[in-house]
């Protein structure tokens, strides 16, 4: 198969943080990145309360779902589900460290079984017609990173894969919290150079501490696509550089004011579906970082916003201390 060279940059999948209101907000931003969802254990999309765990607004294409599991079955039939809700790519969780994932026997602990990882992604390419694509780490523990990425890279392609993603960290299984193993591993972007070097004719994407849209385009140089995780998140307002800055649309200013717009209107359905303000605006509270009148924003937003019977003008308010016009020395 053909690179898919439209995934030049991707949203990271972020547990507790990129759900279906995160990336309805981060569409808004951005017309052409690729969003993941948050990883679903294939268990629980075969026995849970799908529409919950899967369901996603149309706007968020295109739009990923990661899966975690480690029984290619299981991960065979998660997949179809998730084909048939609609969703552009399957992805498979090589990456997460956390201790529910380790004694799930999945994520970060999978790069030690390479052949299992290999299994798991060619059931799925047997179940469904979209793409399916892994995200792993550099290796764990005491692997070292040349063997361990090769292994993992070439069982995975020869199975069918259609990308890897590459968080350039390796994970430490024992001895680090998930928090510290997103910081204290030292980042390897060469060791993902050389992946894809080796692999010229597969898609090889890298993650793990892009900080700028500037940091990402570099690293275009060297791979074929780039993933922004926590930038992304805490401040999102660099999504909206996007289009014209990886995909040649013409560079505009970004209008604001139609974007609170348009998340107030989003947000007044999902309450009228029984949700709160805040499920939609906590992930909004960074959109204006450095500007003057941030400050103030984020205030309304921590705490108005989760107020009881709280509304959508409420947003609308927070907009309105924002000040585009104002001097760097004012910014928050």
């Known amino acids: 198969m053909a690179k898919n060279l439209e995934h030049r ?23 052409r990145a690729l969003l993941y969802t948050e990883m679903v254990v294939a268990d629980a999309v075969i026995h849970g309360a799908r529409e919950r765990l899967l369901g996603f607004d149309d706007a968020e294409h ?35 460290p956390s201790d529910r994932v380790q004694s799930g026997t999945f994520g970060a602990c999978l790069m030690k079984v390479p052949d ?8 799925m390419k047997a179940a469904v017609t979209i793409p399916v694509t892994v995200k792993c780490r550099i290796g764990v523990d005491e692997q070292d990173p040349e063997p361990a990425l090769d292994a993992l890279a070439n069982g995975v392609f020869e199975a069918g894969a259609d990308a890897l993603w590459v968080h350039a960290r390796k994970a430490w299984l024992e001895g680090l919290s998930p928090k510290e193993n997103r910081d204290i591993p030292p980042l390897d972007y060469g060791r993902v150079y050389r992946l894809r070097t080796r692999k010229p004719n597969e898609f090889i994407g890298i993650n793990g501490g892009i900080q700028s849209l500037e940091e990402a385009l570099a690293h275009l140089d060297h791979v ?18 996007v289009d014209a800055g990886f995909y040649g649309a013409k560079s505009e200013a970004f209008d604001f004011a ?17 949700g709160r303000l805040g499920h939609v605006t906590r992930h909004m509270v960074g959109l204006f970082h450095g500007l003057p009148g941030a400050r103030r924003y984020r205030q309304i937003l921590s705490t108005d916003a989760n107020r009881p019977g709280a509304g959508p003008d409420v947003l609308k308010t927070a907009f309105a201390a924002v000040q585009f016009g104002g001097t760097a020395a004012e910014a928050a």
């Not at 739009?63 to 809700?85: H, M, N, T, W, Y």
């Not at 299992?116 to 059931?123: N, Q």
């Not at 348009?262 to 009228?272: F, G, K, L, N, S």
């Open 258 to 274: 139609a974007l609170i717009d348009a998340m107030a209107d989003y947000a007044a359905r999902h309450i009228a579906q029984g």
């Open 62 to 96: 295109p739009v990923a779902l990661q899966l975690g599991g480690s029984d290619p079955a299981k991960l065979a039939e998660a997949a179809r589900i998730g084909e048939a809700f609609g969703y552009d790519e399957i992805n498979l969780n090589v990456g997460c």
């Open 224 to 241: 074929d696509g780039a993933m922004l995780g926590r930038a992304a998140y805490h401040t999102p307002g660099i999504l909206a550089g």
């Open 116 to 123: 299992l990882v290999a299994g798991c992604v060619a059931a």
């Open 9 to 31: 940059l991707a949203v990271a999948p972020m547990m507790d943080w990129t759900d279906r209101h995160c990336r309805f907000f981060h569409r808004q931003l951005t017309s």
